[in-house]
């Protein structure tokens, strides 16, 4: 498509303020436009984008950005905003390798004030940044909030609300971006407390009027007229303001509007006529672990299912048709999703929370502190593992494998295809004296492999009777491990390959193995530090053996967006990549040959 003239002349806000009611009008259907062409063909955030188009050119209509603070909270509907800070011609790349992230982004630009990706942050940013100003003597600068009713769910939320009410002499602007959704339509006390508001066009009781804050509202979050009167009318406020848009998710893409299965939040490669994925898709990991837990929920009513807000992304859509009431969302809440999940386990029940593995990361404590002292019995479903790709570094899984292990009493396990996620779950809903975890990739999984014998935890995949090391397989990684050890005995290298499944508490059968050889080398899908190679490491050091070990993972540092496979490949976690390494190992090492025993031999 070539870019029609009128988009193709705003290269930056200020282009924005000479245009007439009809030239906006005729902007915001050419971003349309230029979003689903664009999204259908790179995959991204839709709807939540198609639902800001009139809200951003409002507000940087009206705001100046950057002297003007914007902040965009979660940031997966910053699309907009970055069409009209000149950045329209890198959509071709978005979230590509060296492409455009699809979230803020320092790096991109000096309108990108914070990169976030995870829900619910912009609040307590924006009253840093306000008392920063006020502190700084500025009293020119507006902090303009966008945050949607799901993020408004979020308990950081509620702690900047607080703030923000209680400090007439920093005032936010908060403009909240209310489509009555989330992914699935938002939950809770909030979300009718909304609904009033936008039904009456105000109530006897007014939640943010009584934490302190003036509100404006509900104001059409299409109209740009209506919008931009409501918005000056906040900034001459200088008080804490909520304008309380409506919006519709997916506004002017009928396939958008209709999704009541949210699959066009987020999407890969679609069919702009339909919104329909352009290729077939295998079975992944998701639509296992669903199928299962509704077959254990059939099996077992005390199995209860926990979501912050993201019931079909995480595979739980199949349990709350069948079971809806032992399906909680709770909203964008993962840190009560935890703690309230331990609370049903002491009620007897055995809660299964499915959530991505990155958003665990902000319920440590709860994890800790609340499920793991009391040896209560909570399963956790870690998602999207390891690297996920095209969200990039704040959406890649890669700390959970590191963090977990440190938690007393807790199981992790690393599947490595569909046949022992299965079993694995079921492991895990049996356990009755602390909390267990599961984590597993995005994307397709691979056939099933079968394992040679299961010694302790452990499972041979492959035995060398003249090993020359030891791979130890984790996880999804298993394939890539079996591939480079078929290179390697080409190369006339045997190795020994085991699959650990359960990667912490370390299993002493697993260490036995590994002091029988003289190199073991443990191949996972996420950060060096704290990996299981590294604990084997520390665990074979406090043994005789002489064994070498080392681990092949990802390094630790963000790492940028691109897809799992270029990531993996770049940090030689594929096979080709391992069998690599491997060779190295050997080679950097003059020691002899030494007669290794096998798995078997070792058992
Ligand atoms: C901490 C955290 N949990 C979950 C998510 C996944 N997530 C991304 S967008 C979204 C829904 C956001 O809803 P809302 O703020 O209303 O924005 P909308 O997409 O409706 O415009 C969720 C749950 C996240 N980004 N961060």
Same mark, same amino acid.
């Given at each position: ?106 790096? %991109? ?118 919008? @931009? ?53 295998? #079975? ?86 609340? +499920? ?32 977990? #292990? ?16 299965? @079993? ?98 443990? +191949? %996972? ?75 078997? %031999?070792?058992?």
């Amino acid at each position: 498509m070539t870019t029609p003239p009128l988009l193709s002349g705003i290269s930056g806000p200020a282009d924005l303020r000479s245009l007439s009611t009809a030239a906006l009008s005729e902007l915001a259907a050419q971003i349309r436009d230029f979003l689903i062409e664009n999204i259908c063909r790179t995959g991204g955030h839709l709807g939540p984008n198609l639902g800001v188009v009139e809200l951003t050119i409002a507000v940087h209509r009206i705001f100046h950005s950057p002297h003007d603070v914007l902040l965009f909270d979660t940031g997966h509907q910053s699309y907009v905003h970055k069409i009209l800070t000149g950045r329209r011609a890198d959509f071709d790349s978005l979230r590509h390798a060296g492409g455009l992230s699809g979230y803020p982004s320092r790096e %991109e630009s000096g309108h990108d004030v914070i990169e976030n990706s995870h829900a619910s942050t912009a609040l307590s940013y924006a009253d840093g940044i306000a008392k920063a100003i006020a502190l700084s003597g500025d009293h020119d600068r507006r902090v303009v909030v966008i945050v949607g009713d799901g993020a408004l769910t979020g308990g950081m939320c509620w702690e900047a609300l607080n703030n923000i009410g209680g400090a007439p002499d920093h005032p936010v602007i908060i403009v909240l971006n209310d489509n009555g959704r989330s992914y699935s339509p938002t939950i809770g006390g909030l979300a009718h407390h909304l609904a009033e508001l936008r039904r009456s066009g105000s109530a006897h009781a007014n939640l943010f009027e009584d934490l302190g804050m003036a509100y404006l509202g509900p104001v059409d979050g299409h109209d740009i007229g209506e919008l @931009e009167r409501a918005l000056r009318r906040a900034s001459a406020l200088r008080r804490p303001v909520v304008v309380h848009c409506i919006t519709r998710k997916g506004n002017g893409y009928p396939p958008a509007e209709q999704d009541e299965a949210d699959r066009l939040h987020a999407v890969g490669v679609v069919d702009p006529a339909t919104g329909r994925p352009t290729s077939p898709s295998a #079975p992944s990991w998701t639509s296992v672990f669903a199928e299962e837990i509704t077959a254990i929920g059939a099996e077992r009513d005390d199995v209860v299912c926990l979501t912050a807000a993201m019931p079909h992304p995480t595979g739980l859509g199949g349990f709350a048709d069948r079971f809806p009431e032992r399906i909680f969302d709770v909203g964008i809440a993962e840190q009560h999703a935890v703690t309230s999940a331990a609370g049903l386990a002491i009620g007897g029940m055995h809660p299964v929370v499915a959530i991505y593995a990155t958003f665990l990361n902000r319920a440590f404590d709860q994890l800790l502190m609340d +499920v793991a002292l009391h040896r209560l019995p909570v399963t956790f479903v870690l998602d999207r593992a390891g690297i996920t790709g095209p969200d990039g570094p704040s959406h890649h899984g890669m700390w959970d494998a590191s963090v977990l #292990p440190v938690v007393p009493g807790l199981r992790l396990a690393a599947p490595r295809d569909s046949a022992n996620l299965r @079993e694995m779950l079921r492991e895990a809903v049996d356990v009755t004296d602390g909390p267990t975890a599961i984590r597993y990739p995005k994307g397709s999984v691979r056939p099933d492999i079968p394992a040679i014998s299961r010694t302790g935890r452990y499972d041979l995949l492959r035995a060398a009777p003249d090993a020359m090391g030891l791979l130890v397989a984790v996880g999804p990684l298993a394939g890539a491990c079996l591939d480079a050890a078929d290179e390697l005995a080409a190369h006339g290298v045997p190795v020994t390959v085991v699959d650990p499944r359960w990667i912490a508490p370390l299993d002493p059968q697993l260490i036995k193995l590994a002091g029988a050889h003289s190199l073991v080398l443990t +191949v %996972e899908d996420t950060t060096t530090t704290g990996a299981l190679g590294a604990r084997i490491a520390q665990a074979l050091a406090a043994t005789d053996a002489t064994t070498r070990a080392a681990t092949f993972a990802l390094p630790p540092r963000f790492l940028p967006h691109a897809s799992r496979a270029e990531i993996l490949r770049a940090h030689g976690l594929d096979a080709a990549g391992i069998a690599t390494s491997v060779l190295k190992r050997l080679a950097s090492t003059h020691r002899p040959r030494s007669r290794a025993r096998t798995g078997a %031999e070792a058992s």
